[in-house]
């Protein structure tokens, strides 16, 4: 099953995909209430166009990310003081988006030895709190983390291609570090 979305969709409340299937994203999602979420449980997310998931303080939480062409399609997350919860894969080691960029959170976490991360670039440009990674994470190009703490857990392994710069009071780093090209 496949649900296309093609237009952006905005409630005044929750946003919640809870079904089995995938969904090919090509437009925004907004969540417009106050403290509202973007919530997509057990269904994987195909990027056809750049998009943004933007909640008003609300959480956004999303199982597996990818797109069908590889090194295309930027995910842009705001959630405002909400914290953002991936706890699937965000494309893959053939086939990695173009870009993920979270511009504001509270917490932000690759959750769980599934999550692994492979973009061309990954920005997180404001959390204010923890920026966790459980899995894997190879970014073809620039790594760019500012948040108060950055947490990197046993048994991850981070690889780039890029610069890397870290903004924040504590750097936990329990994990390989890799930069190629520099």
Not at 84 to 107: F, M, P, Q, R, Y
Request: glycine share 12%; net charge negative.
């Amino acid at each position: 099953d496949v649900s296309v979305i093609g237009a952006k969709l905005t409630s005044g409340g929750n946003l919640v995909f809870d079904g089995v299937g995938r969904i090919d994203l090509g437009a925004d999602l907004e969540a417009t209430g106050s403290g509202s979420a973007v919530d997509v449980v057990g269904s994987v997310v195909r990027l056809t166009s750049d998009v943004s998931i933007t909640t008003n303080d609300g959480n956004i939480s999303l199982d597996e990310v990818i797109t069908g062409t590889a090194d295309d399609h930027v995910l842009t997350l705001v959630a405002g003081v909400g914290n953002v919860v991936i706890d699937d894969n965000v494309g893959s080691d053939t086939v990695e988006l173009a870009g993920l960029v979270v511009t504001s959170a509270t917490d932000v976490s690759f959750s769980g030895v599934a999550a692994t991360v492979d973009v061309d670039a990954l920005e997180v440009t404001s959390a204010a709190g923890d920026v966790q990674f459980d899995g894997v994470v190879a970014v073809d190009g620039n790594v760019d983390l500012n948040a108060l703490t950055v947490t990197v857990s046993s048994g991850a392994t981070v690889t780039a291609s890029g610069a890397i710069s870290i903004y924040a009071n504590d750097v936990d780093f329990l994990a390989v570090l890799e930069v190629l090209g520099h």
